[in-house]
């Protein structure tokens, strides 16, 4: 499958955040380069989301620089901001299907968001892979939690995110829909950055580096919880 070629490189350089003057991250430093599987594990209220929100460029970080594609960031470039944002997946814990509509309408409003068209090729390869293709016009209010979790991830991998930022996708999953999803994660991080957010040991096992926020973090944070 060809996918537009964006340099995979991210760099995250002493960037820290704060809410309500209390700091959560402190210089916080972190480079990858190349594609593959890369997991982010820490405690609970350590600040993963908070990073994970910031590199899908949603939270704006106090001080720091972050590199995404060989492109340094400029939180005040909207447009920039905006191309970037396209390029970037982000599977959030909530979600985000919109109810009424089926799988593959979800698909085709978010075609319309990100600009990027839909493949019915790819949509058919993924959706058989994670098994939900059967599922593809039904409403998602008619789902279950674990094919709701999988169209969900669905949307994350018929686009062309060269960077995908995935936080806990495998909780509300049973052992054999999680072996799937390892399965397809070391299917995408031949040509991707994935970076995931989990407690997770299987998912761990299959990554090409594990980071502990509490060694990259000298924040608060880290000593609080
Ligand atoms: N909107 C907010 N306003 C104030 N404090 C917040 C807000 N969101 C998160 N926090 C606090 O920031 C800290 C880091 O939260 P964050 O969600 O990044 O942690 P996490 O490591 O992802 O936690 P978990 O594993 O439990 O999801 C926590 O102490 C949390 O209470």
């Known amino acids: 499958m060809q996918r537009d070629s964006v340099k995979l490189h991210l760099e995250v350089n002493n960037i820290s955040f704060n809410y309500n003057n209390l700091p959560i991250l402190k210089d ?9 599987l890369y997991t ?14 910031i590199l899908s460029l949603i939270q ?17 470039n909207e447009t920039q901001i905006q191309q970037l944002r ?5 599977f959030f814990q909530d979600l985000n299907l919109i109810e009424s509509l089926t799988i593959r309408e979800n698909l085709d409003v978010i075609s319309l968001i ?21 599922k593809l016009d039904i409403p998602v209010n008619h ?9 969900s991830l669905l949307k994350v991998l018929v686009f062309d995110y060269p960077l995908i930022l ?18 397809l994660l070391n299917e995408i991080k031949k040509d991707r950055m994935v970076l995931v957010v989990t407690h997770s040991d299987l998912i761990a096992k299959n990554a090409n580096q594990v ?15």
């Open 211 to 225: 980071y502990l926020l509490s060694e990259l973090n000298k924040g608060i944070g880290k000593n609080e919880k």
């Open 40 to 53: 982010l594990f820490g405690e609970s209220g350590s600040g993963k989301t908070t990073l994970i929100n």
């Open 114 to 134: 990100n600009g990027q068209p839909l493949s019915e090729e790819y949509v058919t390869i993924y959706s058989k892979s994670i098994r939900i293709y059967e």
């Open 143 to 151: 789902l279950s939690g674990g094919e709701r979790q999988r169209a």
């Open 28 to 36: 916080v430093s972190l480079s990858i380069d190349g594609p593959g």
């Open 86 to 90: 396209n390029k970037i997946a982000y």
């Open 166 to 183: 995935l936080d806990e996708p495998t909780n509300n999953l049973y052992r054999d829909n999680i072996s799937t999803i390892i399965e």
């Open 60 to 76: 704006k970080p106090l001080a720091g620089e972050i590199t995404i594609f060989n492109e340094r960031v400029d939180f005040k």
